[in-house]
C-alpha cells in the first residue's frame, strides 16, 4: 500500500497491555521510504499541548486530545505496512490539509520533539516549498 501525507492508522489493536491510538503519516515518504510520524494521546494531564484537536477534527477522536510529539518517528514503509499485514494496525480516515499543517508546524514548534525528527521534517517542508516555487 503507497504511503501518504495525511493518513492515519490505529495501532496497536488486539493488545490488552497497550491501548491503541490515531497515527498520523505526517510526511510523504522520502526516496527511501522514510515519513514522519506522530500519534495523539488524551489531553489529560499530557506536558506538551503543542497541538490540540477536539473530538469534531477526526472521527476517532472522542474527546479532547494532542499530538504526542516525544513519541513522534521517522518511519519507514515496512514498519505500519507489516502492522497492518499483521492485523496489529487498521487504517483511518485521513486528516484534514488544514490539520496536517498544524502537525508538521508542531513537530518544530514542540520542546518534545527528537532532534533528528525536527530535522527530518524541517528538511521535508524545504523540499516541498523548493518543487512548488519550482513549478511556478
Not at 4 to 32: F, K, N, V
Not at 64 to 72: E, F, K, N, P, T
Not at 105 to 112: L, P, Q, T, V
Amino acid at each position: 500500500m503507497p504511503f501518504r501525507a495525511g493518513q492515519t492508522y490505529l495501532y496497536p489493536l488486539d493488545d490488552d497491555a497497550r491501548t491503541e491510538h490515531l497515527w498520523i503519516i505526517a510526511t510523504e515518504p522520502d526516496a527511501d521510504g522514510r515519513f514522519a510520524t506522530a500519534s495523539l494521546t488524551s489531553l489529560k494531564g499530557a506536558k506538551d499541548q503543542t497541538v490540540t484537536l477536539s473530538k469534531n477534527e477526526h472521527p476517532f477522536i472522542k474527546w479532547d486530545s494532542c499530538i504526542l510529539y516525544r513519541l513522534a518517528e521517522i518511519a519507514t514503509i515496512e514498519t505500519p505496512q507489516g502492522n497492518l499485514d499483521g492485523g496489529s494496525a487498521r487504517m483511518q480516515q485521513s486528516v484534514r490539509a488544514d490539520i496536517l499543517e498544524l502537525i508538521l508546524d508542531g513537530f518544530i514548534a514542540s520542546d518534545f520533539t527528537k532532534n533528528r525528527v525536527r530535522v527530518f521534517v524541517r528538511e521535508y517542508r524545504r523540499a516541498v516549498r523548493e518543487r512548488r516555487d519550482h513549478e511556478s
